[in-house]
């Protein structure tokens, strides 16, 4: 299967801020690659696919880029709404692996 | 509306059987692979199973291959999942996910259920 790793874990950071999330995968995955958040009690919402690609709904403050192994998600001016956990998804094969997860935290 | 809407979830003792259901509305289901996806509490996400839009292809992660059966009915726009041989471990809310393609192998989860919590302890 093909393993994916986000970096950070966990990361502080303030209203206002630029915040990047990396995910890299163990082997290459052309574009496909997606981007969901999720906040407490709630199911997984689909923000970002094909690796940028918005999904429709979504602020233009989330942006991605990347291709082969390595991935970004950026917010690019964080706001009190964005504060929740964040995961990358490989779709290249049928096992569909999922990132461990960034929690983005209030500073 | 787009909808997916699970139930079956429950208490189950180790080594037993549980069948959970997910209902769509708002879209042609027969077009579209769907998906269950678990998350044990306070952990991340696992693609458990997928079946593509005419049931013929599935798809088994090796933690549950042998131990639960996907399935769907056009007729009735339902997903189901079979789970037997329960174990601890299979402790989860899991999701009904709509992939945006007909095929297990393409789209992203575009639809997501609000989820149905599988607890399995004596």
């Known amino acids: 299967d093909i393993q994916m790793t986000q970096s950070p874990s966990t990361l502080s950071a303030s209203v206002g801020d630029r915040v990047t999330i990396t995910c890299r995968a163990s082997q290459s995955i052309s574009s496909w690659l997606a981007w969901y958040q999720q906040k407490p009690g709630k199911a997984p919402k689909l923000l970002i696919y094909k690796t940028s690609s918005l999904e429709s709904g979504v602020p233009s403050r989330f942006s991605g880029s990347g291709s082969g192994t390595e991935f970004t998600l950026t917010i690019s001016s964080l706001q009190p709404d964005d504060f929740a956990t964040y995961y990358c998804q490989q779709y290249d094969s049928y096992s569909r692996t999922f990132g461990q997860g960034t929690k983005v935290e209030i500073k | 509306e787009v909808q997916l809407v699970e139930s079956g979830g429950g208490l189950v003792q180790p080594g037993g059987s549980l069948r959970l259901s997910c209902s769509a509305s708002?879209?042609?289901?027969?077009?579209?692979?769907m998906y269950w996806v678990r998350q044990a509490p306070g952990k991340g996400l696992e693609h458990v199973s997928a079946?593509?839009?005419?049931?013929?292809?599935?798809y088994y992660a090796d933690s549950v291959k042998g131990r639960f059966t996907i399935s769907r009915d056009n007729s009735k726009n339902t997903l189901y999942l079979q789970m037997s041989s329960l174990r601890p471990e299979d402790t989860a809310m899991y999701y009904c996910?709509?992939?945006?393609?007909?095929?297990?192998?393409?789209?992203?989860?575009?639809?997501w259920g609000q989820g149905t919590m599988v607890t399995v302890s004596s």
């Open positions: 079946i593509s839009n005419n049931g013929g292809y599935r």
């Open positions: 708002g879209f042609t289901f027969s077009n579209y692979a």
């Open positions: 996910v709509r992939g945006a393609g007909s095929s297990p192998g393409v789209g992203a989860f575009d639809i």
